[in-house]
């Protein structure tokens, strides 16, 4: 057991979460193998282990004549990941926030509101339950088919899948609500057939087959065999309650009359007992039901802190090895044009980039110029400063601004790793409605920075205030390089395209306006016509990381 849990500290420490969270372990004579929840008012996992955890897999497995689809010598510390992974999806995947709790505690409860009074009383004991089942399958459908499309071998489907073998042999039949469920999650994520048959032999005879089918069309559409799109499209489009009302409907008459019947196989998770027991959360989450889900109003955000790093983490993800290849081959610039990319995933991990139909990134991308003219003579300064000129519009709200800070925090961690940034000045400003900036700070004040210029954007309008752009190319301590970041025009882009013509361009630094879309012409013209600047259109925010690694690769080398 002290192994199990030094792999499973081990592994908490890979997914970043001991950067960002604590988490406990407790060793218990539990019903279930391994029991597991998410507090997310701190985001602290607990994993309760049940003692004997080893035999009583084994014993599954052998009683079940599973040996040739089940290692029941490995098994144990894969379920551990598993369920300690499914928690950490609930912070990435659904529901996230309390929000989209909110949101899919809505949806349930519309379905439940249109039953007759008697089928209301016996639904209402269970909506939470409801709820719960809802996030695990949004959860494990994500990190399964995660898993299936980058062909990751962390024993997530496998172990996941074990799970609910576990739940129904424990129990000798599986209740039909479970079943349903289980059953749901299986054909989502579990492309073995053989693995999905032996859960299923534990479904009572009279279900319905028809019946998981359409659950899984609920999450996935009609899409068949491309379940990883549809399950993007349901979290970016953030389709929560409508998703929700529509499970509820399909599992209603499944669910048992007593409560205590399903929760003994469905544990609460943190949600649940913090409406239990907190009589301040029951009013907040009432009062979101009645007044509706508003944008901004979630107090349960992660602080800047937690969010800070998590990207920092992510950014891991995208720089796997690191080698005088590393980016350069991968992200070429093109004159004019577009290409795409089939390359292999080796060095560059894109986690949240989904490949298209055809299994390819397609990467385009127009520029116009291949090279900036980074030799400055009368310097000793073998690297320019870096100043990111970002846009917080409206706009960019939602998968854009997730992906550039993305894209910021691989830039930043890349010139760590290749140790080039510990000597620059860095600048982050933020523009829309205001134009805020950091200024000029060095290496060791980069995390103050960053989590007060990055993580709060506005979500305005377009607009680059001249004075405070001109404030930084003043107070500038020496040359520098400008990414510049935006998804339309910006309102005085003639100024801005003036300022860094006269002010920037000309006195040796250098600049590369990305634009997601259209460039504007102002801009455009100016990367045109001068040798500093360098203009890329994208039209897939999608490819934003790879751009800005590139970028950083061709000016820090």
Not at 177 to 187: C, D, E, K
Not at 455 to 461: C, D, I, T
């Amino acid at each position: 057991m002290n192994n199990q849990i030094k792999e499973t500290i081990s592994y908490l420490k890979e997914e970043g979460w001991s950067l960002k969270n604590d988490y406990n372990i407790i060793t218990e004579d539990i019903n279930h193998l391994v029991e597991a929840y998410i507090n997310t008012d701190d985001w602290v996992i607990t994993l309760n282990i049940k003692k004997n955890l080893n035999e009583e897999v084994k014993n599954i497995i052998k009683n079940n004549g599973l040996e040739k689809l089940f290692n029941y010598r490995t098994m144990p510390n894969n379920l551990i990941k598993t369920v300690a992974g499914h928690e950490i999806g609930h912070y990435k995947y659904c529901p996230r926030s309390i929000d989209n709790f909110v949101e899919i505690l809505e949806g349930v409860s519309v379905a439940i509101n249109k039953e007759s009074s008697i089928v209301k009383k016996s639904l209402e004991k269970n909506k939470f339950n409801i709820a719960n089942m809802f996030t695990d399958i949004v959860t494990n459908g994500c990190i399964g088919l995660d898993n299936i499309i980058y062909n990751k071998n962390n024993g997530f489907n496998d172990g996941q899948t074990f799970f609910y073998l576990s739940e129904g042999f424990l129990a000798e039949q599986m209740n039909p609500a479970y079943s349903v469920f289980s059953g749901i999650n299986l054909n989502i994520f579990q492309p073995d057939k053989a693995k999905r048959k032996c859960v299923e032999k534990y479904f009572p005879p009279i279900l319905d087959n028809n019946i998981i089918r359409k659950g899984v069309e609920i999450f996935t559409g009609s899409v068949k065999n491309d379940y990883i799109h549809a399950l993007i499209n349901l979290l970016n489009e953030n389709e929560f309650r409508k998703k929700a009302y529509e499970f509820t409907n399909l599992i209603k008459n499944y669910m048992p009359p007593d409560k205590e019947e399903l929760e003994n196989i469905i544990s609460d998770n943190f949600m649940t007992a913090k409406f239990k027991e907190d009589a301040e959360f029951q009013k907040r989450v009432k009062k979101k039901l009645v007044s509706g889900n508003k944008s901004g109003n979630n107090s349960f955000v992660p602080s800047d802190e937690f969010n800070d790093l998590y990207y920092q983490n992510e950014a891991e993800k995208y720089l796997v090895s690191f080698n005088p290849d590393f980016v350069a081959e991968k992200f070429e610039f093109l004159d004019v044009g577009s290409k795409e990319w089939e390359g292999d995933f080796d060095r560059i991990n894109p986690l949240n980039i989904v490949p298209d139909r055809n299994g390819k990134l397609v990467f385009s991308q127009s520029a116009y110029r291949e090279s900036l003219s980074i030799k400055h003579a009368g310097t000793n300064i073998d690297f320019p400063d870096i100043l990111f000129l970002f846009d917080t519009s409206g706009s960019m709200m939602g998968e854009p601004y997730d992906l550039l800070l993305r894209a910021i925090y691989a830039s930043l961690h890349y010139l760590e790793e290749t140790e080039k940034g510990f000597d620059l000045n860095y600048n982050f400003t933020a523009f829309s409605n205001n134009t805020v900036s950091s200024g000029w700070v060095k290496h060791y004040e980069l995390e103050e920075a960053r989590r007060k210029y990055l993580l709060h954007p506005e979500s305005g309008g377009t607009s680059i205030d001249i004075n405070v752009l001109s404030g930084i190319i003043d107070n500038r301590r020496n040359f520098f390089h400008t990414i510049l970041v935006t998804d339309g025009e910006i309102n005085n882009e003639k100024s801005v395209a003036g300022l860094f013509e006269g002010e920037v361009l000309s006195k040796g630094s250098t600049l590369d306006y990305i634009s997601i879309g259209r460039a504007g012409t102002h801009l455009k013209t100016l990367a045109k016509n001068n040798e500093n600047a360098r203009c890329s259109e994208i039209y897939d925010e999608k490819d934003l990381i790879g751009l800005i690694l590139g970028i950083t690769k061709k000016v820090y080398g």
